[in-house]
C-alpha cells in the first residue's frame, strides 16, 4: 500500500487559530473602546442630571420660601385692611353721634390704607419671583430627565457591548454602537438645551 500522504495539520490549525484571535482580537479592541468611551459619556451625563435635579430642587425651596414671604405680606395686607374697616366703623359712629371723630383716627385710616397698598406691592413682586424660580426649576426638571434618559441608553448600550465582547458578535456591538449614539444625542440636546 502506499503510504499515506501526511499533512501538518497542527501548522495548519495554529495558522487558523492565530488568525481568528487576529479577527476576534480587532473586534475585541473595538467594542472596548467603544464601550470605555460610552462609559465615560455616562458618568458625565450621570452627574449632570444629579446637578441639574439638585440645582431645581434648589430653586423650588427658594420658590416656597418666597410664597410663604408672599403670604405673610398679604395676610399683613389683610390686617391693616380690617384694622382700617375698624377705624372707618368708629368715625362712622362719631359721626352718627354727630360728633367730631378724633383727629388721629384719620390720620390711622390713611396710615393703614398706606400700609396696605405697601404690603400689596410686596407680595406681588414676591409672587413674580416666585414664579421665575418655579419656571427655572421646572426647565431644570425637563433638562435632567433628558440626561437621566442619556444615561439610561447609554448604560444599555455598555451592557450590549458586554455581550457583544462576550459573543463576539458584530451584530450586537452594532446595536450598543447605535443605542450609544442615541444616547450621545440625547446628552447632547441636553447639554445644549
Known sequence: MPEDVEIDTDKLREAIDR???????????????????????AAIASLEAGGTVNEALALKTEATR????ASDQWAYYQAKGLKATVLAAQRNVWAAL????????????ARYDDDQKTSKRKAEALERERDAKSAEADVLMQRHHCFADSVALLQVSIALGAVAALARKRA????????????VGLFAFAFLR
Open 19 to 41: 488568525e481568528i484571535e487576529r479577527d476576534a482580537g480587532s473586534l475585541l479592541r473595538a467594542i472596548a473602546l467603544t464601550t470605555a468611551v460610552v462609559a465615560a459619556l
Open 66 to 69: 418666597l410664597q410663604a414671604e
Open 98 to 109: 354727630d360728633k367730631a371723630p378724633p383727629s388721629d383716627l384719620a390720620t390711622d385710616v
Open 172 to 183: 450586537v456591538w452594532f446595536g450598543s454602537v447605535l443605542l450609544g449614539a442615541c444616547g
